[in-house]
């Protein structure tokens, strides 16, 4: 979507507005009152006391201007980039909440306005922020062991994924860091419409309880159209990997049911590691279990020739 108008509203969590608030003390704060927006009465010294008073009457989100929104995504990329980020004194558990905090916030502005460049540059740096994290941990279940509770569960899933993908892609010949950025937006991006009950659901879903409603189903297809018209900032690789991404070579997956000859080697690869990290999960992190999941990947997607090779460059990269 192409924003216009400047006037526009964006919803945003009070919550991770709290976390960039410093900077933010004098935005204007919206709150809908019976279908109409209407401007609190605040002045800039209260401002997070104001925002904590709102939180306490359990109001979630409030809304702000464009241009602000496009100041807070800039004062997030410049947090993730700060020296305070990198501070020794700056503990990881804050290093985590913040590069989460920037995901909450940016993942909002994209899901109401699209992607522009500051919005992709601002997830690539909070993937490469995530992987430092997760690489100087000693190893990726000590990792969400000990960041679980900073950190939203969908945001751990997608960089579990990253992690995994990054170093499965490592055992192929046409292994780049360039290859690895189209995955890796793909992961931040393939779900930015869903919320923590629709993950709920696919789980259900995935299990044979619960029936998809239609923007579970077509958020692939929704998402990637959007992008599509931004073939300038998001490369056509990563809009097929969120395309395809819920997809199953024996043509049972959603939303267009295709079968396993149509899928690429790096869509497979993403599949394969999004699936394990998922799987990791509801096995709650149990590391002797990783080849149990295997064989559930190899039941799943074994019947189609590029899915076998990824998971048996998973299967290098666990053993
Ligand atoms: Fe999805």
């Known amino acids: 979507m192409e924003v216009e108008n400047k006037d526009l509203l964006v919803k945003m969590a009070i919550s991770k507005l709290i976390v960039f608030a410093e900077k933010f003390k004098g935005i204007e704060v919206h709150l809908p009152v019976s279908g109409r927006y209407v401007k609190l009465n605040y002045s800039e ?7 904590r008073k709102l939180q306490q009457k359990e109001v979630e989100d409030v809304y702000i201007h464009y241009d602000d929104s496009e100041k807070i995504i800039a004062h997030a990329h410049e947090q993730l980039g700060a ?3 990198y501070d020794p004194k700056t503990v990881d558990e804050q290093r985590v909440e913040t590069v989460n905090a920037a995901m909450e916030v940016v993942k909002s502005v994209i899901n109401q306005l699209g992607v522009n460049a500051e919005t992709v540059k601002l997830l690539k740096t909070i993937n490469t922020r995530a992987m430092a994290l997760l690489s100087e941990s000693p190893s990726i279940f000590a990792f969400v ?4 509770k900073n950190c939203s569960e969908e945001f751990l899933l997608s960089i579990l994924t990253n992690y995994i993908m990054s170093l499965v892609i490592d055992q192929f010949p046409w292994k780049s860091d360039q290859v690895k950025e189209k995955g890796s937006l793909a992961s931040l991006l393939c779900d930015v419409s869903l ?5 709920a659901v696919i789980r259900e879903w995935r299990l044979g309880k619960a029936v998809l409603p239609d923007h579970i189903k077509k958020h692939p297809s929704k998402i990637a159209e959007g992008l599509k018209r931004k073939r300038n900032l998001v490369p056509l690789e990563t809009i097929t990997i969120i395309e395809q991404h819920h997809e199953l070579p024996d043509g049972r997956g959603f939303p267009y049911g295709i079968q396993g000859h149509r899928f690429n080697q790096l869509a497979s690869i993403f599949i394969i590691s999004q699936q394990f990290a998922e799987l990791l999960h509801e096995s709650t992190y149990d590391y002797e279990k990783r080849f149990e999941l295997i064989e559930v990947l190899k039941l799943k997607y074994g019947s189609s020739k590029t899915f076998e090779k990824a998971i048996e460059a998973l299967v290098t990269v666990i053993t």
């Open 45 to 51: 010294d209260q401002f997070i006391e104001i925002l």
């Open 83 to 85: 020296k305070a980020f």
């Open 145 to 148: 062991k000990r960041f679980k």
């Open 195 to 199: 919320t923590k009950e629709d993950f």
